[in-house]
């Protein structure tokens, strides 16, 4: 298999077997004008198996603060002009919106279907994320 280096996007590595597809959704990345490649099962040396999402595009709007809640053992390369600029692990993010849907039946949000669901860090040793209308916990990753 051949994928291309990439001129000005980013690359997300180490991420953990099958979370390539539901990060690819939950940042949108099919509505990326630009080549985006995302590799399922490729072997690691480290993590046994590991899924890799590959983003060339000039001019990029992604909001990559959720990384953290989704995987924060990920590996995020930020590449300008075919060059590694930034290497990071993402952090937790302070708050999540319509990331994870509350669970809760009275919550506000399963009667108003336009509200967004909002989440806000807890706990960050435990990864404790609670809905801002009702408290409830959301499902850790």
């Given at each position: ?6 001129k000005n996007g980013f ?131």
């Amino acid at each position: 298999m051949n994928i291309d280096s990439i001129k000005n996007g980013f690359v997300l590595d180490h991420i953990k077997p099958e979370k390539g597809m539901e990060i690819y959704c939950l940042l949108g990345l099919d509505g990326v004008d630009g080549m985006v490649a995302l590799i399922r099962n490729a072997a690691s040396r480290r993590m046994g198996r590991k899924d890799i999402i590959k983003v060339d595009a000039e001019n990029l709007n992604i909001d990559l603060s959720v990384l953290g809640y989704i995987d924060p053992e990920m590996t995020v390369n930020v590449i300008k002009d075919g060059e590694l600029v930034k290497k990071y692990h993402p952090e937790l993010p302070e708050q999540i919106t319509d990331v994870v849907k509350c669970k809760n039946p009275r919550c506000i949000t399963s009667t108003e279907q336009e509200l967004k669901h909002i989440f806000k860090l807890t706990d960050r040793e435990t990864r404790t994320y609670r809905c801002v209308y009702c408290e409830s916990k959301a499902k850790n990753q």
